[in-house]
């Protein structure tokens, strides 16, 4: 499959300190001139990530303040994904001696004071968490704005909070040197030692344009179950499928059941049906349904059409 975007998590993984590795900087830009769309994930309130990265424009894309801010530096244009912090919120902070950074939809503190920010939060009766680390990563909207699919990204991460970046993106990769239970959820460990490890294996991709395929793939295509009750199901990638059998065996039922769920789990799918066999994947959400007793489309029409919105 083709690699179109790579989202990376900036703390710990492409940083010495807190400043962006020069290797991984050439990698990024490698990256981008082959026309892979490279975005940051961070927890950080983004003007703390332009003080420690300085200006953004070596990325397309940056997710930050938990995944509530998407920012774009090309156009300098900012969506916030969440409410923005209570003015009540802060002015109490402020009151107690709490000292704090604030973003637009998050509120950085050190974690000591954590019983005191929770108390606040109760006192004020507001819908606010409390965490430790960057938490989930606003992924899906950055790629959606960008017209990118999830099924096309590779994700790398170093630690616990960047479970759900990685679990996100079509192949999630793991830093040597991150938590056991982030590599044994990753898909992939990289090899290697400190970002330079990291700067290498985004260069290769670079250069192949190609997502890897992970031995043990998360995403499965279930068919049924065997005599013993266990799931019976196929790898969503790495594979080719011949359905073969005699006349009312099943196969356009097992084909349909294949192709409706690589559809849920946001696949690409394109079914040439001319007996009409398929005209029920109609139902599910971005499908496009052309021919059928209407002309054939054109291939113009086949490669530019729109699906859909979902009903």
Known sequence: MKLFSLALDYDGTITRGDRLDPDIRDAIALARTRGITVLLATGRILDELRRVAGELHFADGVIAENGAVVHFPESDHTTLLAPAVPQSFLDELARRGINYRAGQSLVDADAADAPV??????????????????????????????????????????????????????????????????????????????????????????????LPVAAQGRRKLLLGYDEDGREFWLAARGRNVLVAGDTKSGKSWVAGLLCEQLILHGYCVCVIDPEGDYRSLEALPGVTVLGGEDPPPSPRDARTRRPAPPR
Do not use: C
């Open 117 to 210: 920010i929770l108390e606040v939060i109760h006192s004020l009766e507001l819908p606010l968490v409390l965490i430790f680390n960057k938490g989930r990563v606003g992924l899906h909207a950055a790629l959606e704005t960008l017209r990118l699919s999830a099924r096309n990204t590779l994700a790398i991460g170093d630690a616990e909070n960047d479970h759900e970046l990685l679990r996100l993106a079509e192949v999630g990769a793991a830093v040597p040197w991150s938590g056991a239970a982030l590599r044994a959820a990753a898909d992939l460990t990289l090899s290697g030692d400190g970002t330079a490890a990291v700067a290498a294996y985004v260069r290769d991709l670079a250069e192949s344009g190609t």
